[in-house]
Structure formats: structure tokens, C-alpha cells
């Protein structure tokens, strides 16, 4: 099987301190620390079992400039075979319709059975996987939490809805999926591993070699337009309870079912 | 006299008759062993490389320290009493044992230097050994069946019991010396005939008895009880000879080795391949321990000389809280592993994953690598390389638990295992409170300073432990040390990172943080963590020498730079728990205790496990990020044994031993009763200064007076 899976660079927000910039327009992006988008691990690792199960190869794609052939580095020495880095000017302050159109006309070149994402981009809303499916005219299914490769070109799937319950659908492929985490334990990468992969070879393309009118992307093509970033203000919202410890479990179970968390 | 002769005669001719029939049990014996030896190396000589050949006298002292003088067995003093008594028995009768075997093939064999009063000598105290290894057996059969001490049970999960093949073994070597005091006695039973003496054996040995017990007995039979006596003792020498390779016995032959070759430097660890150069150690395909192969040979020869006797295990932190590991198991284990894949006959070694079929995951990443298990081991089997190896493998195949990734990452990005940012590592210095008291200079081109300060992650970021290394600062200021911090400069020592199995994000760390200490242009390192310690003092090269905080004040308190005032609550008692890193790996034991003594009414006593046999507090670095599967937390464990011991103050010397300790205390539900302080803030808060700071110290500090 062949897979594609996408991937993105991202402020890694466990290893930065997001503060706003002076203009108010932006985060401060000085002293931040860049690391693969937390849900795309799991959608390469999903691919990787479902590689190492059924056989095929394991592509990884981003969308950006040189640096983020970093988070490419990391899932190539997770196991991906190939990393493709879909760069160009023309791409830059690509809004989510602008990704997905980039992303579309990379595979329309390939021959994808597969195409995953991660759930959302920790920096984004979680609209590429659904905008790119349907670009590209494939099913879609979203917060997957299982994958399972039946015969005849269909996957059963696990997704995951409201109050934890468990949906399972058949869905036929070729088919745009987004991860959900925990689906799997994505393997560890070290330095050793990046090392080892740092001098393959990654492709690269820009508007000519996707066929894209630089019109349809980035800035010129972004109907969305950020207008704001606004950090909401802290409330007081620790209670500390104050008694003996038995007055306190009382308390706090009073207080969870209270808030519907005990039935 | 001659008829003394006619009576060795007389029985000798009995041997005679058996001449081929030993001589063919003698050459069977030998060959069998010397092909069951031979096949035993097989594993070793596939095995990686581990260069033990250096420093024969270091070796030779500890083959006598430990082997010849059997240095720990007393610490288990029954057990231990009793394999003393039976190893000199052993070694005594090396020499009777041989000439008894010779007797059956050349009846007039002796011992060189062994004829005349000698000889006598030796028969008389040969004769007592062989008895008293005898009862040891008894001894130790009923031990193991009606005391039965609960460190040789083995749990479910380990297989069945051990102690049926435990007494065949003891049962065995019972048989040996019983066979041995039949032959001696009945040779005296003989010479009493003859001489028409009484009887001639040693008083109230077992020959003795065996002697007076066939006195009366007509000399042809004594002649044939002569005769199966040699046959009983030899069968069963070879038997035992042969057999012992195949379990736990085996250590008799290889114990002697074991020791010879055993690791000569505490605190450190085996590289990723002996035999691959750092420059190298990029192109070496597969890191770690992966197969049973990728073990060193004297890893393998560790599994060959356990002896079972579970003191490792019974001293292990995580076995104790029910993690899912037994340093006991870890060889046996592998020996199984070893016996079946190597066997006597047939294809050998198959290269199977360890991970998953005999060593699970949590198993290897349960090991606090607090070093219990290697201090206790009688034949100085090493584990914590072997755990670090097996860990280096799953690093290296990605199998990493989710839990400890994010740190390991952030280790990577940011230098400390929170991810927080570079620039606030030194952000402790710069409290507006403490910088009243105490100014820390951040070294650079313009500020130098003779001394280092390398605080590490956890005392730099950690709001509770950045006391520790404020205490540590004023501490340097006060005795007039001109000393300075790295601040955003410093990395993660990297310590836990490497014992964790990342040694390759471990050697950025530690370049990094090299390269860093030789441009400060300093001429000695201070730290308050062990673990930093340990790793600045072993794993780092081309550094300057360090010193733990609690070795600078007790030289500080010795020269009368530090002097303290009394304590304020008479109330309390303190008890000193050592970390394993400044303890057990680096022998730092009296310095803390000189500190503590010295300061004016303070009580002090020592839990039942404290110095080389301290318990961990459950573990410093990246274990503080494992969620392990334990019944019990490891600190609460320790909180308690300080209560046993009647203290409600634990003062340590390391910021990981304090956050663990502070939590159990809190899991136990002792708060309020027990508390927690460093050495450093101890020291600190009792300190007689010129001027008083204590209103300026730290809150946590404060808290604590207040609490007396």
C-alpha cells in the first residue's frame, strides 16, 4: 500500500512560553522551539504498522521553506521511505483551502492509496484533511482511533465521537483519513535516528512542477485573513479546599458530580 | 608398622581390582566436562568484545578481597556464615579430593609434601571439612525446606520453584563428602585391625564414626565396602563436576573468573562497543543489547556464575515497590535463555529479540540503576550495564515509552528535560530576595571565577529545589569561594539521559557542556546533585576536577569556616539518607555525617538501611518522568523505614532523592510529622554568619524553621 501522510511544523507548546508580539498581530516567535505537529507522529506511525502489516512505502509531505525539512528528517527516521518538501514563494501565509490545494496537486502526481493526516495542526483548525478530500473527490473520515486493511481495496476504521463511544465504518480507498491520538505509541526518534537519515535525498517542488496558478495559494489566494490574537485574561479558578482529608474527598465528589463528572 | 602396611596392602589390592573401571570413569569424567566447558564458551566467543585483560593486581586484590576472603557473604550472616564454612571446607579438600581420585589409579599415590606429619596434619583437618561441609548441607537442606527464606521463592511470574534442583545440588555434594569420610574411615577401621589399636580416625569426625561404625567388620568386607566407597566418591565427584554447569552450581568453576574480571570502577558505564572508537560510533549499525549476542562475554559470564541466592533482588528498590523487575531474574533468565540456545548438541544460537520473549519493556526501564543489586552480589555480577545496553536497544529500534519521549525531546531542544527556555535556567540567581543576601556571578569573557557552580536542570528550574541551589550559593559566598554559575549555558548533565539509553543525545550534552567548562576557564566544579556529580566525575573527560557540596562543608566545617548554632527543636530527630550517586557509586558516606554531627544538639540516628545498603528513593533524572507499575511508591518505602527508625527529619544530599522523599511523605500521609531537607539548606539555615539573612532566605527554608 502506498501512503502518503502529511505533516507540519509547528511551535512545539510544551517547550514554549506563547506570548504575544508588540504589534498584537502574531505570537512572539524569537526564542521558539519547532517540532513535528503532535497528532502527525501518530498518523506516520499508523502508516508504518499498516506498511509493515500489508506491505507498500511510506511517503511524508509539508508545505513550507527549508527549515521545516526538519520534521520531514524526523518521520524519515521513524521509517518513512521518501520526505517531499512543496515549497515556493507563491505558497507563503497559505490560509487551510490554500494547503489543501497544494497538497491536492501533489497527489494527483503520486499514486496514493492512502492519504493521512494528522487530527489538527496544534497552530491550525483541523480543516485541511477534510478540504483535501474532497479536492480531491476521495472519502473522508476524521479522528480515526483504528485502521484495519480489509480485501478488495477498503479499510475499516474506528472513529472516535462524543462521550467515547466507538463508531466503525468501512470506507473505500483510495480515502483521506485524519489520525486521532492514541490510536498508537509513536516510536521514539532520537538524534542517532536523524543522523542517520540526514543525507537522503528530499524532493522538492514548487508551483511549476504541481501545475499550480500561484493565484489559487498563499497570500493572494487566502480567503481567510487573521485579524487578531488575543490572549484571554486569567480568572481565579483554583479552589483549594480547606479541611480534614475526609471533609475534602466529600468535598471534591461533591463538586465532580456537581459538574456531571460522576453518574 | 608392618602390619599397618599389610592392611593398605590388603585394601589397596581391592582398588587394584578396580583399576579400569575408575580409569575409565576418570577419562569419561573429564572428557564429558571438558565438552560440556567447551560448548559453555561457545556463546562467549560469538559475544562482544569487553576488554578485562588490564591491571592484573587490582584484579588479584579483588580475587582475594572478594573471592578468597569471601568479603560479603557476612552480610548475610547465616547464608553467609554457612558458604564461608563450606568454602574453606572446598578449598581444604582440593588436595584429598585429588589424591583420592589418584588412589584408584595409582593406589600409592601422595600428595607431594604431604607424607609424614604433614600429611597427618592435613588428613586431621581434611577430615573435620569434610564433616562440617557435610552438616552444612544437612544444615542448609532443612533451611531451605522448613525456614525456607522468603528471597528464594520464586514468584509466578519467574517460573516454578528452584528448590527441589537447590537440594539435588546440596543433597549431592552431601553424598561427595559422606563417600569421601566412608573411604577415610574405613582406611582407619582397616589400620585399627591390623594394629589391633584403637580406632585411628580424627575424633568426632564423620570418618570417625564411619570408622568405629565398620571396626568389627571382617576385612573382605571392608575390603568391598573399600571399594564402593572409592566408587561412590568418584561417580559422584564427576557427577557433580558435569552436572554443575547446568544450573546454579556452575559458579564454583566460574566465581574464580567472575571476580578476576569483574568491573574495577564504580560509578561508571561501558561504552556503547568496546571496540568502536567515539569518532565511530556513528556507523555502527545496531546500538545496545538486542540479541543474546550483542551481550559482552563477561556479561554472559555473569549469567553463567549466578549462584541464585536473590540478595540482589531482596535489596532492589523496584522489587521491593513490586515493579516488574528482580535483578535475580535478569541472569537467570538469560542463563536459561543461554542453555537452551546453546545446547549441548545441535544448532546453536538463534538471535532473537530479548525485548518480548525473555525481558519485557517495563522490566528494563523499572531499574532505578541504583546499584543495591551490584553492592550486595557476592560474585560482583554487574546489572546496570546490562540494563543500560538492553535500554540502548529499545532506544534505538524507537520503543520508548510515550512518558519519557516529551522529556528526552525537550533534553534535545532546549537542554532540560521541562522544556522551559535557555535564557531562565539561571533566572534562580536573580530572585530579588536572594539577591539581597547572596550575587552570583554568570561566568563569561568579562567574569571569571577559580570555581564552577554546575546546578543542572531539576535545581535550576524546579521552583522547590531552586532553594537547594540558593543554600548552595550563599553556602560558596560564605566560606569565600570565588565561584560562578553557566546559566543559560548549561545543559542537562545528561547523567539520567545516558543511563536512560540515549547516548547520543547524551554525548551533545555533554560536548556541549564540556566545551562550555573549559571556556569559563574554571579550575574546579561544585554541584549539589549527585547524579551531575557522578556524571562530571565519570562520564565527562577533560573537565576540571569536581566536588559534591557535602565534601566542600565537611572541609569547610573541619577548618572551622563553617560553624553552626544549635538546633532550635530539641524535639527533633534526624536521620541521613544517602543518595545512591554519592553513596553507593562514588563512597562519599562520612562527609554529610560530619556535617550533621557537627552542628550543636542535633539528633541524629541511622535507619537499618543507610550507607552502602541505603534504599533509593525511587530513582533521580528521567525516572522522576517513568510511570512504572508498582504497588507501592519506593519513597513511601523509605519514608517509612526513617519512621521505624524514629526520626521525622531526612536530611539528603540530592535534589531528586528531596523531590521523591517530599511526595511520599506526602503519599504516606505523614505530613506534618516527617519533613525533608537538603544538606545544603540544613547547613544554610544553621550557619552562624556575621550578619543574620534568615529573614531573607527562602520561603521553603523559612517554612521549615517555622515548622519546628
Known sequence: ?263 | MVEGIQSDVQLTSWLTQGYFLFTVIHLLGLACFAYIVAKRLVPLLRAQSDPRFDQPLARLGKVLKFWFAQWRHPRYPVAGILHILIFSGFMLLAMRAFTVLMVGVSPNFVMPGLSGSAGRLYQEVTDYAATVVFLCMIFAIVRRLVFKPPRYAVPDLYGKSHTADAIFLLGLIAILMAADSLFEGLKAAAEAQQSHTAVLATVLSLPWIFCISFASASPTSLGRLYFCGYLLHESAFYFLLCYRPFGIQFHVETSLFNVYFAKLKKGTLKPVRWDVSDEKLDQVKSFGVKTFEDFTWKHMLDFYSCADCGRCSDNCPANAAGRPLSPRFLSIKARDYAFKHYPMSGHAGNGQPLIGTIYSEDEIWSCTTCGACEEECPLLIENIDKVVDLRRGMVDDGNVPQSLQKPLKSLESRGNPYGKLEKKRGDWASAKDFQQTCQVKTLDKKNGASTLFFVDSVTSYDDRMQSIARAVARILDHVEENFGILAAKEKDSGHEVRRFGDETLFRALREHNAQAIRASGVSRIVTADPHAYNALKHDYRDVPPVEHISQVLARSVNSGAIAFRAVDNHENVYTYHDPCYLGRHNGVYNEPREVLDAIPELKRVEMKRSRDRSFCCGGGGLMLFYEPQEDERIGVKRVRMAAEAGANVIVTGCPFCMTNIEDAIKVAGLEGKMSVIDLAELTDQQMVREKPVRECADEVTTELVAGR
Open chain 1, 1 to 263: 500500500m502506498e501512503i502518503l501522510v502529511c505533516v507540519r511544523r509547528v511551535p512545539d507548546t510544551s517547550e514554549n512560553e506563547i506570548a504575544l508580539n508588540a504589534e498584537g498581530n502574531d505570537i512572539e516567535r524569537d526564542d521558539l522551539v519547532y517540532s513535528t505537529n503532535e497528532p502527525d507522529n501518530y498518523a506516520v506511525e499508523e502508516a508504518l504498522q499498516i506498511v509493515s502489516r500489508v506491505g507498500g512505502k511510506v511517503t511524508v509531505v509539508t508545505v513550507g521553506g527549508e527549515e521545516d525539512e526538519e520534521v520531514l528528517r524526523r518521520e524519515m527516521a521513524m521509517g518513512a521511505s521518501h520526505g517531499v518538501l512543496l515549497t515556493d514563494d507563491a505558497f507563503t501565509r497559505s490560509d487551510g483551502r490554500g494547503i489543501a490545494t497544494i497538497l491536492k496537486a501533489f497527489v494527483w502526481k503520486g499514486n496514493y492509496d492512502l492519504v493521512l493526516t494528522g487530527v489538527q495542526a496544534e497552530d491550525g483548525g483541523a480543516q485541511v484533511g477534510g478540504m483535501l478530500a474532497a479536492m480531491l473527490d476521495y472519502p473522508f473520515a476524521s479522528l480515526v482511533t483504528a485502521i484495519e486493511v480489509l480485501e478488495g481495496k477498503k479499510l475499516k476504521i474506528s472513529r472516535e465521537i462524543e462521550g467515547g463511544n466507538k463508531e466503525i465504518s468501512e470506507i473505500d480507498l483510495p480515502c483521506v483519513l485524519s489520525i486521532q491520538t492514541g490510536i498508537n505509541e509513536p516510536r521514539y526518534v532520537g538524534m542517532r535516528g536523524i543522523r542517520a537519515v540526514a543525507s537522503v535525498p528530499i524532493a522538492s517542488y514548487g508551483t511549476s512542477e504541481l501545475r499550480i496558478d500561484a493565484a489559487s495559494v498563499g497570500e493572494a489566494g487566502t480567503k481567510v485573513r487573521r485579524v487578531d490574537y488575543f490572549v484571554p485574561t486569567t480568572t481565579k479558578s483554583a479552589e483549594i479546599l480547606q479541611g480534614s482529608r475526609e471533609e475534602n474527598i466529600d468535598k471534591l465528589l461533591e463538586l465532580i458530580a456537581a459538574k456531571g463528572g460522576l453518574k
